[in-house]
């Protein structure tokens, strides 16, 4: 399931960062097929953020496929990085004039020169956005998935329609990001969704079509950050009902949340009925309303509130007795549910004591999470993420508003064994319907007031109650008429960076069920089960055991002696800013070093068309850094660039930027610059112009 990518080279740019003067310009070298409207554009989107008097560039044409482009002082202002910025731009192609017109259309733009005076579509991020795409994390971390079964007849021309009309409806969905140097959202005006119908094959499961998409990941600098994949079960079967199809929805989750992906399906489901097509254009209030709603906010009140004492806890416990290494790798699952009796039961008792199901979750975690610190008898603070869904604002429509709005935010819970668990009940829904007044505040900002700054996240443990909405009547009838009958949708569970993800919710039978997702090289199988199972058992126990004398010490009695959970307290998964990462050892002991530099937000393997192609003798190795960390990218380089020609810089489209501002660190340390390099089109011919001009930098 290969990424759709251009195999047109474009352009090849080579940057000279060299050491030079503020009063002198800087030089590009275009190699390959330019487009001059681009060109123009490019140059138009520089000057226009330089105002000020300075000198017309100059583009001298040497061959069809072979151009120098001098900037002059002030518009190549070395300071400010300019030139990588330019060379990010002329290497997208079509798509630089789409995010600098707002035409938007992916792979496509207008003939002639672009028209004056019309606004890029751009818009700010959200505070939630631009800290997930902040840092070097795992793909597989930002992407999540919803998958259910389709029974019945299946129209894939009326399946995609239906996804196009969602599509066309919601500009989130059309929604791609752009560092030019700074993260901004790009709308486009046109996405043709990704819907692809897979035949029925014996070999391959849900779980392997799963697997597969997530593993894909996504290029953020395009639109189309939701795709679905359909799987053709057995056409007979004793256990597979005939007609049945799998599908599977994967999504970023720098664009939508589980909230966002339910509304999208009762449109989908509206529009399939009716043919494809739905009455109405794009829908409005959307996510740039919710980010101006958010730039109008006041943050005194939720600084006030977060450095409470009861908020800012002095040391917070681990969410486990710190241990070795586990041995273990990969993402782990688990869960439990209670049957509806079990469930119901659960519920009467909470509500005689003024709480809801989901405190008496958020309570239970605290206290498996204190027990499993190893802690004995005396007064703790604990933390953990909870997670709120972002609708609960004063924003006209937000609950119908899809995009990134749920965000786990940090809660502090003070566990003493000695005081009753009715009290430690309502500590926990006090807190939280206080927390519930600032669920916009940006977590990385509460995480700075609580000095939890160096943290991975709200906490190790992140805690979501997913409260699903009623099932549509009306379109479940509409969609039987057709033979049609859609299972529940159900989040998959994807790797998230906490050491334990929990997710609760009600089934479709009504029973509570509460899963966990966990990262095994930080918290072993055992250990997950062992907490796992005290949830459990206490959800299971606290009805028939407590009442308003039942003290924390008597319910955490109830436990047993099982194990202690072990947490490795080593570095949070991921690849640490900075990080070299070697792909090709040297062919000669004296060859220079190729140093590919990711452009944020590119696809996990950008690198992989370069490197099948890659024929010279120098040592490649990958840099994995944050898109503004110039400085731990600098220092990871350091040794390499001593002497001149012995480091060469490269990538693909949007890696100019952070590349030429490492160059020029490196500069300013008093190393020698090295030459920055980069290409169009992560495969096919792109890879391999960009591979040949990399060789012959390196052996010039």
Same mark, same amino acid.
């Given at each position: 399931?290969?990424?759709?990518?251009?195999?047109?080279?474009?352009?090849?740019?080579?940057?000279?960062?060299?050491?030079?003067?503020?009063?002198?310009?800087?030089?590009?070298?275009?190699?390959?097929?330019?487009?001059?409207?681009?060109?123009?554009?490019?140059?138009?989107?520089?000057?226009?953020?330089r105002p000020g008097p300075h000198g017309a560039p100059r583009l001298l044409r040497h061959g069809a496929d072979h151009h120098t482009l001098e900037l002059p002082a002030g518009l190549g202002d070395w300071a400010t990085c300019p030139a990588g910025m330019l060379a990010d731009l002329v290497?997208?192609?079509?798509?630089?004039?789409?995010?600098?017109?707002?035409?938007?259309?992916?792979?496509?733009?207008?003939?002639?020169?672009?028209?004056?005076?019309?606004?890029?579509?751009?818009?700010?991020?959200?505070?939630?956005?631009?800290?997930?795409?902040?840092?070097?994390?795992?793909?597989?971390?930002?992407?999540?998935?919803?998958?259910?079964?389709?029974?019945?007849?299946?129209?894939?021309?009326?399946?995609?329609?239906?996804?196009?009309?969602?599509?066309?409806?919601?500009?989130?969905?059309?929604?791609?990001?752009?560092?030019?140097?700074?993260?901004?959202?790009?709308?486009?005006?046109?996405?043709?969704?990704?819907?692809?119908?897979?035949?029925?094959?014996?070999?391959?499961?849900?779980?392997?079509?799963?697997?597969?998409?997530?593993?894909?990941?996504?290029?953020?600098?395009?639109?189309?950050?939701?795709?679905?994949?359909?799987?053709?079960?057995a056409p007979d079967g004793p256990s597979v009902e005939p007609c049945a199809v799998d599908v599977a929805l994967t999504y970023h989750r720098s664009v939508l949340d589980a909230w966002s992906v339910r509304l999208l399906l009762r449109t989908f489901y509206r529009a399939y009925l009716a043919?494809?097509?739905?009455?109405?254009?794009?829908?409005?209030?959307? +996510?740039?309303?919710?980010?101006?709603?958010?730039?109008?906010?006041?943050?005194?009140?939720?600084?006030?509130?977060?450095?409470?004492?009861?908020?800012?806890?002095?040391?917070?416990?681990?969410?486990?007795?710190?241990?070795?290494?586990?041995?273990?790798?990969?993402?782990?699952?688990?869960?439990?549910?209670?049957?509806?009796?079990?469930?119901?039961? +659960?519920?009467?008792?909470?509500?005689?004591?003024?709480?809801?199901?989901?405190?008496?979750?958020?309570?239970?975690?605290?206290?498996?999470?204190?027990?499993?610190?190893?802690?004995?008898?005396?007064?703790?603070?604990?933390?953990?993420?909870?997670?709120?869904?972002?609708?609960?604002?004063?924003?006209?429509?937000?609950?119908?508003?899809?995009?990134?709005?749920?965000?786990?935010?940090?809660?502090?819970?003070?566990?003493?064994?000695?005081?009753?668990?009715?009290?430690?009940?309502?500590?926990?829904?006090?807190?939280?319907?206080?927390?519930?007044?600032?669920?916009?505040?940006?977590?990385?900002?509460?995480?700075?007031?609580?000095?939890?700054?160096?943290?991975?996240?709200?906490?190790?443990?992140?805690?979501?109650?997913?409260?699903?909405?009623?099932?549509?009547?009306? +379109?479940?009838?509409?969609?039987a008429a057709h033979g049609v009958r859609a299972g529940p949708a159900a989040l998959t569970g994807a790797p998230t960076s906490a050491a334990l993800d929990v997710v609760a919710y009600r089934d479709e039978r009504d029973g509570l069920v509460v899963s966990t997702v966990y990262d095994r090289?930080?918290?072993?199988?055992?250990?997950?089960?062992?907490?796992?199972?005290?949830?459990?058992?206490?959800?299971?126990?606290?009805?028939?055991?407590?009442?308003?004398?039942?003290?924390?010490?008597?319910?955490?009695?109830?436990?047993?002696?099982?194990?202690?959970?072990?947490?490795?307290?080593?570095?949070?998964?991921?690849?640490?800013?900075?990080?070299?990462?070697?792909?090709?050892?040297?062919?000669?002991?004296?060859?220079?070093?190729?140093?590919?530099?990711?452009?944020?937000?590119?696809?996990?393997?950008?690198?992989?068309?370069?490197?099948?192609?890659?024929?010279?003798?120098?040592?490649?190795?990958?840099?994995?850094?944050?898109?503004?960390?110039?400085?731990?990218?600098?220092?990871?380089?350091?040794?390499?660039?001593?002497?001149?020609?012995?480091?060469?810089?490269?990538?693909?489209?949007?890696?100019?930027?952070?590349?030429?501002?490492?160059?020029?660190?490196?500069?300013?340390?008093?190393?020698?610059?090295?030459?920055?390099?980069?290409?169009?089109?992560?495969?096919?011919?792109?890879?391999?112009?960009?591979?040949?001009?990399?060789?012959?930098?390196?052996?010039?």
């Amino acid at each position: 399931m290969p990424f759709n990518r251009s195999s047109v080279p474009g352009v090849t740019v080579v940057l000279d960062p060299g050491c030079r003067a503020p009063d002198t310009g800087t030089v590009l070298d275009l190699r390959g097929r330019l487009d001059t409207a681009v060109l123009r554009t490019a140059l138009a989107q520089i000057a226009a953020g330089r105002p000020g008097p300075h000198g017309a560039p100059r583009l001298l044409r040497h061959g069809a496929d072979h151009h120098t482009l001098e900037l002059p002082a002030g518009l190549g202002d070395w300071a400010t990085c300019p030139a990588g910025m330019l060379a990010d731009l002329v290497t997208s192609g079509p798509a630089a004039v789409a995010r600098s017109t707002g035409h938007g259309r992916a792979g496509a733009h207008p003939p002639g020169p672009p028209p004056a005076r019309r606004p890029a579509r751009t818009f700010p991020v959200t505070p939630f956005q631009r800290e997930l795409l902040a840092g070097p994390h795992p793909p597989d971390q930002q992407v999540e998935q919803f998958t259910w079964r389709w029974h019945g007849p299946l129209d894939t021309g009326r399946f995609t329609a239906a996804w196009q009309c969602v599509v066309d409806r919601e500009s989130v969905l059309r929604t791609a990001f752009a560092w030019d140097p700074q993260l901004r959202a790009v709308l486009f005006d046109h996405c043709v969704p990704e819907v692809v119908r897979h035949p029925y094959d014996a070999s391959v499961s849900r779980e392997a079509l799963l697997a597969a998409e997530r593993e894909r990941g996504f290029d953020l600098r395009r639109p189309g950050l939701l795709r679905v994949a359909l799987l053709d079960r057995a056409p007979d079967g004793p256990s597979v009902e005939p007609c049945a199809v799998d599908v599977a929805l994967t999504y970023h989750r720098s664009v939508l949340d589980a909230w966002s992906v339910r509304l999208l399906l009762r449109t989908f489901y509206r529009a399939y009925l009716a043919g494809g097509r739905l009455p109405g254009g794009e829908r409005r209030p959307d +996510l740039r309303d919710y980010t101006r709603w958010l730039d109008d906010r006041n943050l005194d009140a939720a600084r006030d509130f977060w450095r409470r004492p009861l908020c800012r806890p002095p040391v917070a416990l681990r969410p486990a007795a710190p241990g070795e290494r586990t041995g273990q790798d990969g993402t782990g699952r688990g869960g439990v549910r209670l049957s509806r009796a079990e469930t119901a039961r +659960l519920t009467r008792w909470a509500a005689r004591r003024g709480v809801t199901e989901s405190s008496v979750l958020q309570a239970v975690w605290a206290l498996v999470l204190y027990r499993a610190s190893g802690t004995a008898g005396t007064p703790a603070p604990v933390v953990l993420g909870v997670t709120f869904s972002g609708r609960g604002v004063l924003l006209e429509d937000v609950e119908r508003v899809p995009g990134p709005l749920a965000v786990p935010l940090p809660m502090s819970v003070a566990v003493d064994p000695a005081q009753t668990l009715s009290r430690l009940l309502r500590t926990v829904r006090d807190q939280v319907l206080g927390m519930a007044a600032y669920e916009w505040v940006p977590a990385g900002r509460i995480r700075d007031w609580l000095g939890l700054a160096d943290r991975p996240g709200p906490g190790e443990v992140c805690l979501t109650f997913e409260h699903r909405t009623v099932e549509d009547g009306t +379109l479940t009838g509409a969609l039987a008429a057709h033979g049609v009958r859609a299972g529940p949708a159900a989040l998959t569970g994807a790797p998230t960076s906490a050491a334990l993800d929990v997710v609760a919710y009600r089934d479709e039978r009504d029973g509570l069920v509460v899963s966990t997702v966990y990262d095994r090289a930080t918290l072993g199988d055992a250990g997950a089960r062992t907490m796992l199972d005290r949830c459990a058992r206490l959800l299971r126990r606290l009805p028939g055991l407590a009442d308003e004398s039942t003290t924390v010490a008597d319910v955490l009695g109830t436990l047993g002696e099982a194990g202690t959970p072990r947490l490795h307290t080593g570095p949070a998964r991921g690849t640490r800013a900075g990080t070299l990462v070697p792909l090709r050892a040297p062919g000669t002991p004296d060859a220079a070093t190729v140093c590919l530099v990711g452009a944020p937000g590119a696809p996990h393997d950008w690198h992989h068309g370069l490197l099948r192609c890659y024929e010279g003798a120098q040592a490649l190795v990958l840099l994995r850094t944050a898109p503004h960390a110039v400085q731990q990218g600098a220092a990871a380089l350091g040794p390499l660039a001593g002497a001149p020609g012995r480091l060469i810089l490269g990538g693909f489209s949007g890696a100019g930027t952070p590349a030429y501002a490492i160059a020029r660190r490196l500069a300013e340390s008093g190393h020698s610059p090295p030459p920055v390099i980069l290409g169009s089109g992560e495969e096919g011919a792109g890879a391999h112009a960009l591979a040949d001009a990399l060789r012959r930098a390196a052996e010039s």
